[in-house]
């Protein structure tokens, strides 16, 4: 089920990137795009963990791009390696015109709900950063 939620996920992203006649090739752009997402969304834990659990510990650049590099590397296996989304891709596109609509609408609602997550957890680490620098002058 999470299998083909993520390919869905993917279909949208991929039939938008037609849409938007992108220079790069669709299911690049696509795989890319949740690449993007789902680093944003484990900054956003990070953040998360960060000013509210254990304040004294920092992102490290080795944490980042360990995270990043795994995130990408399963998505371009997942996507730009393997066919096997081309096979869903037929199984989405058969799908009745209302429930791709509600497909779409439930991919929107992730899509600004990753987004506007890491708005708000930059926004936390912001505060806690203000308290920090407010101490560290008295």
């Not at 371009?76 to 096979?87: L, N, R, V």
């Amino acid at each position: 089920m999470i299998k083909k939620a993520y390919f869905y996920l993917f279909y949208k992203i991929y039939m938008f990137a037609d849409w938007a006649h992108t220079v790069f090739p669709h299911d690049m752009a696509a795989a890319a795009a949740i690449s993007m997402l789902e680093i944003l969304f484990i900054g956003s834990l990070k953040f998360y963990y960060i000013g509210y659990i254990d304040p004294k510990s920092e992102p490290t650049l080795l944490e980042m791009i360990l995270a990043g590099t795994v995130v990408v590397l399963i998505n371009t296996i997942a996507f730009i390696f393997s066919d096997k989304w081309k096979i869903y891709f037929k199984e989405f596109d058969a799908l009745p015109r209302y429930k791709n609509k509600i497909g779409t609408w439930i991919v929107i609602i992730i899509v600004a709900f990753v987004l506007i997550n890491m708005v708000i957890s930059i926004k936390v680490m912001g505060a806690m950063a203000g308290r920090v620098g407010m101490r560290s002058r008295l």
